[in-house]
């Protein structure tokens, strides 16, 4: 098996970390306790292992494919998309009423993370559906919602989101796609769309594009951007398929990584303008693509955790099967399996740590959000509300920025082999590569957590997760074993950290942004090895206390958190001094451009 | 131009930092001083951007293809390497008696330098070249050094380096080629060696294999591995090319990068044995195979500066040409290019303190090896080539770790684009993913280091290393300029960092050695960081001093130092807590290989 979803720490993150019971509490998700979870990991994983899997090499090597404007997937992904379909996963976190499954994003998202560990490019397709959907259900009209969001969610038919253009990447600003009004309610779309990933294909019948374009006379900016439905085929008043729209694929990117999944180049108007429909209100397109991009942000975020175990799990095979060189402290005289020796031991650790530090932030943030969808409470829904923003750019930045780190070292744990391209440790090399760029760079999100996230209250909710983690550090002082003191040590060093640059981006962001945005970066990195390892803190907690039970898990995950806690967390404070101390390098910011 | 050779930044570092005056002060370097060095530089420069830089993207889009045996490089190859071999460039470093140019280390390094920055795969057929004629030249015999080397040094026949087999990489131990005497003082040598470098190809009318290889009834163990000659082309008495040996290309490596540069698996005895001559004495072949490993490792170091250099100045152009976003201090009112963007900055920055750093180590690590050959004081000569060998595996290992994180960078700077083959950043990715696996993984110079390089002597070279960087602190605390005041504080927590790791690394690993090696790696990254930083903190020292006569350059080299010293060295501390704070993780050492 080339790979196997995680259920067991999947399951204890949920229950023990994400609080689970305190989701399943919530109006309309009394259904969705432990029982439920466990079954539908266990479903979905069997999906995941034996159909998607398999096909994850095979995407590699023989990617989509186009030719006169139609594009092939990988031979065996329009079959397994099928069942993909029939199983009914496209519809897990959405809406029964839309006839979806109607669970919290809770359970969803470990779902979504063994999609994209069996196959990151295959999962793509319905991570860019969800999105579309969640666009749809906040900001589409009732007709909209009823036309499109069964079908998207059936899986009958997939979405993608239209933002790049040559000229505009991370800056909308400069988006020059057009719509101009027909009088009757339609518009036609003229314009060039690039980097559409499953922008076209062949394993549904329909594609619903959702377009950013600028209507006639909208204001320059950002604020002239209106999104649009521009459907591949038009859709008959009874719901049928109708005639091929204006909108055609002219050609699919070769790419380093992800290559299964087709980025297309896309053409509107070139015939006569492709038929589209406004969603909400005119000029307010940023602000819904937010919606969808937001839900996209955080599942890339999960790719990060996927594609970092799947690495993981392929290092740690071929190290026990490895044999090579004697032990080093003498204590056999043949060579033994690579497994056996430190540096090895703690490249596995690594990427271990990091991986289960960036689940276990994922899952949480996502329980906050359900929190923040279904608490009775306005004022509790707020303000999990809040933290979960607070969490998504962490989430996107800081584990897809670790998956470069964990999939490098997967490579390097193969040696030799790692480089050859059969060997496969080094797809997950490339697949990740993209992770840090999509949906928004890491300097994008580091942005959107310094702006949005951060000075926007003041620090308040960073405040509130630095006293959560307080609560922490107390209770594992408490604790008499080493290594709960030990983890006790450096949390509170790297929280003290986290503290101190809080405090310096709301004191500077006004009167010296260079220097707080060049530290941007840096300080989300910090944010998550911070919260990363605290929740990594709180599972040797609560391993300490179970580890009867379950001696080799807990045993394991009590000292995955001191690695995590010894080899990450001090980092915190390094990172601190690159910030703080540094000032942003005053110096450095006023070099000119020719001295690069 | 797709590269230029940063031949202004390489002759301050050989002049201010590496001592070209010192190495011009030896016997036979009379002419080697900067005059010689510029001019070599210069000449250098131009078949490296002009002929092999624009051969590096055709390198990777027409890998070397194998046909019947018969390995054809990638087209226009052949050509470069005719004027490579014209201009005399694989002897700059080899001794004038075999008709090499006879120059210094510290001028052939910039040359290497170039030459890998413009094009790795190339570069990597004279690397090898150069191994074994330093294996030739120290342990040959006479006729053997007649024989070989001027036709290598000449470049009219390539080298090869033949250890590793599908069970034997990292551990020579399971080295089962086997060589029968033939009672002529000849061998037959039977056997099949994987991952050989230009192990076949045309570009050179024979090509020299060395060969590790067990004579019949030698010793289990590396101790039981000799060293042979094995041509491919048998070569008469009169040095002409004779019958085709039997040693025989049976494919080559599909791989993630250096695409360009054949990867051969060589079947050696076939057709009733390859013919082949003992270099030396039987059963010391692994330590003639050292003296060509430790000249191909200081290579390789160099080949993480070359690639990381490249991907910089392809990341800068972009970012000066990429209009993208208006200035986050409200600046300017239209977009502007990203460099004016505090994180690209801070990327670009990294990119150039990390490559700047390494460079001005290995370049330094080359004076000390100059010196080690040539000084007349016997006494000098072995102090230097200690601190020579000291810093080989940091050279190594930490410049090649750190291209990975600046090629990554440099996909980052170009945001999508850096993701699609067509723009060329990801080759460098690709290409640099190898570096800190083969010659040795970073393991492997990490042991080496830990062993050979601080154990042996119970850590006084590296006593020594920190008792020159004190005077540095100290030069830097007397200037009154903040920058190198804060040069100063961070290299003295990185020293004092470095000076405990010593410490304990010495005091712990007869007692602990599964601690200390799990610790190696870290130790290996510290010393890489506190060396290269103490280097960035010289040249800033210089550039202050000198600073009106070049203001942009030294201006540039003091921030660029200041970059180093504030977000580099100050993860030295964190790496010290995760050896020395944590003992080498005692917990997760002791997971059973299940718990993985």
Avoid at 295 to 312: E, I, L, P, T
Avoid at 423 to 440: F, N, S, V, W
């Amino acid at each position: 098996m080339s790979y196997t979803a995680p259920i067991k720490d999947m399951l204890f993150v949920l229950k023990e970390l994400a609080g689970l019971d305190t989701v399943a509490g919530l109006p309309g998700f009394e259904d969705a306790g432990a029982e439920t979870a466990q079954a539908v990991l266990e479903e979905s994983a069997k999906l995941c292992e034996q159909v998607l899997a398999p096909l994850n090499v095979e995407g590699d090597r023989n990617p989509s494919t186009w030719k006169d404007g139609v594009v092939s997937a990988t031979p065996g992904f329009k079959e397994a998309f099928r069942q993909f379909v029939e199983g009914g996963w496209q519809g897990v976190q959405h809406p029964a009423e839309y006839e979806g499954q109607g669970l919290p994003k809770s359970i969803a998202t470990p779902c979504i993370e063994m999609l994209n560990a069996s196959n990151l490019s295959f999962a793509l397709c319905p991570l860019l559906t969800d999105g579309a959907i969640e666009a749809l259900l906040t900001a589409g009209s009732e007709a909209q919602k009823q036309r499109y969001v069964p079908k998207l969610i059936s899986g009958e038919w997939t979405g993608t989101m239209n933002l790049t253009e040559p000229q505009a990447g991370s800056d909308l600003a400069l988006v020059r796609t057009r719509a101009e009004p027909q009088g009757d309610g339609t518009y036609r779309v003229f314009g060039t769309k690039i980097f559409i990933t499953w922008g076209e294909h062949d394993m549904a019948e329909n594609i619903v594009h959702l377009v950013l374009a600028r209507t006639p006379n909208a204001p320059e900016g950002v604020k002239g951007i209106s999104l649009f439905i521009v459907p591949k085929f038009l859709i008959g008043e009874d719901g049928t398929l109708g005639a091929r729209n204006d909108v055609h694929c002219v050609s699919i990117e070769h790419k380093l990584g992800i290559k299964a999944s087709p980025t297309a180049v896309l053409q509107f108007g070139d015939h006569g303008g492709a038929v589209g429909y406004l969603i909400g209100e005119e000029n307010r397109g940023l602000e819904y693509m937010f919606i969808m991009m937001n839900a996209a942000r955080f599942a890339v975020g999960m790719q990060g955790v996927a594609v970092a175990d799947r690495a993981y799990q392929k290092a740690v095979a071929y190290a026990k099967e490895r044999v090579q060189s004697r032990p080093v402290d003498g204590s056999a005289k043949q060579a033994v399996s690579i497994v056996h020796h430190p540096d090895v031991r703690r490249m596995l650790m690594r990427m271990r740590a990091l991986t289960e530090g960036a689940r276990a932030l994922g899952y949480v943030a996502a329980a906050h959000s359900d929190i923040a969808h279904r608490h009775a409470d306005e004022r509790v829904r707020a303000e999990h509300q809040a933290i979960y923003e607070y969490l998504v750019p962490i989430v996107k930045g800081w584990s897809t920025e670790m998956s470069l780190e964990v999939t490098s070292l997967g490579v390097q744990v193969h040696g030799g082999m790692g480089f050859i391209e059969e060997t496969g440790a080094a797809q997950y090399y490339r697949d990740a590569r993209i992770l840090p760029i999509y949906e928004g760079t890491t300097a994008i999100q580091a942005n959107d957590l310094v702006g949005r996230k951060t000075l926007r209250d003041g620090g308040a909710v960073a405040q509130r997760l630095l006293r959560d983690i307080d609560g922490t550090i107390e209770a594992l002082k408490a604790q008499d074993e080493p290594s709960l003191r030990s983890i006790a040590t450096q949390l509170e060093a790297g929280r003290d950290a986290l503290a101190r640059v809080v405090e310096y981006v709301v004191a500077h962001a006004k009167r010296d942004p260079n220097a707080v945005f060049a530290g941007s970066v840096p300080y989300l990195e910090l944010a998550g090895i911070v919260l990363g390892g605290w929740q990594m803190a709180r599972a040797a907690l609560i391993a300490r206390e179970r580890q009867a039970q379950d001696p080799a898990f807990f045993g394991a995950k009590i000292r995955t958190a001191q690695f995590f806690a010894e080899h990450v967390l001090p980092h915190a404070a390094a990172i601190e001094t690159s910030i703080v101390t540094a000032k942003g390098g005053e110096g450095w910011l006023a070099l000119d451009g020719d001295q690069f």
